[in-house]
C-alpha cells in the first residue's frame, strides 16, 4: 500500500489484484470496477453489482434501473410507484369500462415516465435533449404508418393459418423492429454522443415512442367510439399490459440491446477485459430478431389472452436481462486512461471519494452518473504515478 498526499487529500492506494493498477482502498477499483474484498474471476464480473445500479445484482428483470441507467438510487423508487400507480389507474380505468381513456393511459405509461427521467437527470440539455425527443418523434411517426399499413392488411382469424402467422406473426414484427432501429442509426457516429448509454437512451427512446404510436393509432377505433364501451374488461385490461407495458419493454429492450452494442462497438474505447462471443452484435441482432419472432408467433397461434400475456411478459424480462447483462460488462469494459481524480460526492451513495470511472465504495460507474454529478465530479484529474512520485 502507498500513502499519496500531493494536492489530493491523505489517499490509501493498493495494486489492483485483476487491472494491475494502483488505485485508492475501497471496495471497488475505482479504474477497473472489479470487487475487490473477494479475489477470483466472479469479482471481476461482480455479478451481484449492476454497474449502473451497483445495489441490483445485475440477473433480474427490473424494468426502471435497467431502462433509466442514469437515474440515482434514491430515484427509483418514485419512478417504479409510478409506473405501478398508472397501471392500477389503467386497471381502474378497464374496470369501469372507459376503453378510450384506458388506451391513452396505457400508451402514455411508460414514455412520460421516459421523459420525466431525461427531464431529471439532465444528461441532455438543450441540443442533445432535442436529439432525444427528434428520436422519440421519429419512432413515434414510424409507429403510426406501422399501425395504419399493417391494420390494413391484418387479418383476423378465430384459428390460426400458415400465411395469417408468417405476414403477422414474421413479417410485421421484423419490419417494426428495423423500423424503431431506424431513428437512432441517424446518430451513430456522432462523436457528442458515442458512449454506450447514450445508444440505450437512443434505442429506448425510438423504441417507447414507437409502441406509443402504434398502440393509439392501432386502437383509433376504440379512441372514437363512445366512451363507456361493453365487452369483457378483464381480456382489454390484460391487452392494454400486454402492449403497454410488456410490449413497450420488449420492444425498448431489443431495440437497445442493438444500439448499446454497436454504440460500443464505434466508441473505441473498449479495454478488451470483458468481450464475449455472445455478447457481439451479430449474437445480440439475432436475439432481438428472434424474441420479436417468437412473440409474434405465439401472440397469433395462443387463443387466450392470458396466455398471450405471460409470454409477453416472459419475453419482456428476457430482454430486460439481455440488456443489463451488455450494459454491465458494457460498462466496465469502457474507459479512458486511468485517473485518479479529486474527490467528489458519488451521486450514488452519496460517500466523498475520488473521481475514477467507478465509485471505489459503491461501484457505480459514473458514466452512468446524472449530469450534475458528472459536472460536480468534475474532469480534471491527477495521475497516479505523478501523485505518488
Ligand atoms: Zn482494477
Ligand atoms: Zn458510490
Keep these: 500500500m502507498t500513502q499519496v498526499t500531493s494536492g489530493l487529500p491523505e489517499l490509501t492506494l493498493e495494486t489492483c489484484h485483476h487491472c494491475g493498477e494502483l488505485v485508492p482502498v475501497g471496495a471497488f477499483c475505482g479504474n477497473c470496477g472489479a470487487h475487490l474484498a473477494e479475489p477470483g474471476a466472479g469479482a471481476r464480473r461482480r455479478l451481484h453489482a449492476y454497474a449502473a445500479a451497483p445495489h441490483e445484482p445485475v440477473l433480474r428483470p427490473l424494468l426502471i434501473s435497467t431502462l433509466f441507467p442514469h437515474l440515482p438510487h434514491r430515484h427509483t423508487h418514485l419512478f417504479r410507484d ?86 403477422q406473426g414474421v413479417l410485421f414484427p421484423v419490419i417494426a423492429q428495423l423500423l424503431m432501429l431506424a431513428g437512432p442509426l441517424l446518430l451513430l457516429g456522432r462523436p457528442r454522443f458515442d458512449e454506450t448509454l447514450d445508444g440505450l437512451t437512443f434505442g429506448a427512446a425510438s423504441a417507447l415512442g414507437f409502441t406509443m404510436a402504434a398502440i393509439v393509432a392501432g386502437s383509433w377505433h376504440t379512441l372514437t367510439a363512445p366512451l363507456v364501451g361493453s365487452g369483457v374488461a378483464i381480456d382489454d385490461a390484460l391487452r392494454l399490459l400486454q402492449r403497454a407495458v410488456f410490449g413497450a419493454a420488449v420492444n425498448a429492450g431489443s431495440t437497445a440491446v442493438i444500439t448499446s452494442a454497436l454504440w460500443l462497438r464505434r466508441s473505441g474505447r473498449r479495454r478488451g477485459w470483458h468481450g464475449a462471443i455472445w455478447r457481439e452484435l451479430p449474437v445480440l441482432v439475432g436475439l432481438a430478431f428472434a424474441v420479436q419472432i417468437l412473440l409474434g408467433i405465439l401472440s397469433q397461434v395462443i387463443t387466450d389472452q392470458l396466455g398471450v400475456v405471460v409470454a409477453w411478459g416472459i419475453g419482456a424480462g428476457v430482454m430486460l436481462v439481455a440488456l443489463r447483462v451488455v450494459v454491465h460488462h458494457a460498462l466496465l469494459d469502457e474507459g479512458a486512461e486511468h485517473e485518479i481524480g479529486q474527490p467528489s460526492a458519488c451521486a450514488e451513495c452519496h460517500r466523498l471519494v475520488p473521481t475514477m470511472l467507478f465509485c471505489p465504495a459503491c461501484g457505480a460507474a459514473r458514466s452512468a452518473a446524472p449530469k450534475r454529478a458528472l459536472i460536480a465530479g468534475g474532469t480534471s484529474a491527477t495521475s497516479p504515478s505523478g501523485a505518488t512520485g
Design 82 to 167: 409510478m409506473l405501478l400507480g398508472g397501471i392500477v389507474l389503467v386497471a381502474i380505468l378497464c374496470a369501469v369500462r372507459v376503453f378510450a381513456a384506458a388506451t391513452v393511459a396505457a400508451a402514455v405509461l411508460l414514455p412520460i415516465l421516459y421523459l420525466l427521467y431525461l427531464f431529471e437527470v439532465e444528461v441532455y440539455e438543450r441540443e442533445p435533449l432535442l436529439v432525444v425527443l427528434t428520436t422519440f418523434v421519429a419512432g413515434a411517426a414510424l409507429g403510426v404508418g406501422f399501425a395504419l399499413v399493417t391494420q390494413h392488411f391484418a387479418v383476423a382469424t378465430l384459428h390460426p393459418r400458415p400465411d395469417t402467422v408468417l405476414v
